[in-house]
């Protein structure tokens, strides 16, 4: 069964200064690996995916992740947080082997304080 | 813009009183995902259809039906809410399957509280 996994429930770093949110993932078959950010009270928003290729993926507002096959990590990092990205951090995984559904990771919060 | 919405964003319905969750898209996307979230935890998977195939989540209540009555509409039926209901309930959309390297797209979704 796949599973995902969201080592820190929260990450506080000051606006300015580079942020990374911590993935890692079990699988049977090639990865699929998914970021979504949630703002609150709404629903999860997508950020990037890595399906195969470059193992560095960027995405949407200055976002990117790292694939990293032999520690089967999927970070997201940013250079230069700003406030406005304190938000949930959702990492999921799906994977080619069959019909695998999206799992979840339980999220990390992430406070960029000014 | 293309989009998912849900209606109604705010939902409070008395313990056992049915209540029906909907949502719509614009994106014509093959597969439409009922999710299930508590207290800022992991979207739970209820149930997904792909075109009109229904596949329904193991452990998801019977108390939880959905109808798909055609590619942009797809509605949530919760027979007898009871308190340990009450969640953000969420609509997403994919083009194609998840196992297929899609990815999906999110509504706002309705908050439901029974009382």
């Known amino acids: 069964a796949q599973s995902v996994a969201q080592p820190e429930d929260q990450v506080n770093v000051a606006e300015g200064n580079p942020l990374t949110v911590k993935c890692t993932y079990s699988?049977?078959?090639?990865?699929?690996l998914f970021w979504y950010v949630q703002y609150p009270n709404r629903g999860l928003q997508f950020l990037l995916k890595y399906i195969t290729g470059d193992n560095l993926v960027k995405g949407s507002y200055g976002f990117e992740a790292e694939f990293n096959k032999s520690q089967t990590s999927f970070h997201l990092k940013k250079p230069s947080a700003l406030v406005s990205d304190s938000a949930l951090y959702f990492c999921a995984v799906s994977s080619d082997s069959g019909n695998t559904p999206l799992v979840f990771g339980k999220g990390t919060r992430l406070s960029v304080i000014a | 813009d293309a989009m998912v919405i849900q209606n109604p964003r705010y939902q409070v319905t008395q313990f056992g009183k049915p209540v029906t969750l909907s949502c719509s898209q614009t994106?014509?996307?093959?597969?439409m995902y009922w999710y299930q979230q508590k207290s800022s935890q992991a979207p739970k998977l209820l149930f997904h259809y792909y075109d009109k195939d229904f596949n329904n989540e193991a452990d998801t209540p019977d108390n939880f039906q959905s109808r798909r009555p055609n590619t942009s509409f797809c509605f949530l039926d919760i027979r007898s809410p009871g308190l340990g209901d009450a969640a953000m309930y969420l609509c997403?959309?994919?083009?194609?399957?998840?196992?297929?390297?899609?990815?999906?797209?999110f509504g706002p979704g309705t908050r439901l509280t029974v009382t």
């Open positions: 997403a959309t994919s083009r194609d399957l998840s196992g297929r390297a899609y990815e999906q797209y």
């Open positions: 994106l014509n996307h093959n597969v």
């Open positions: 699988v049977s078959g090639n990865p699929y």
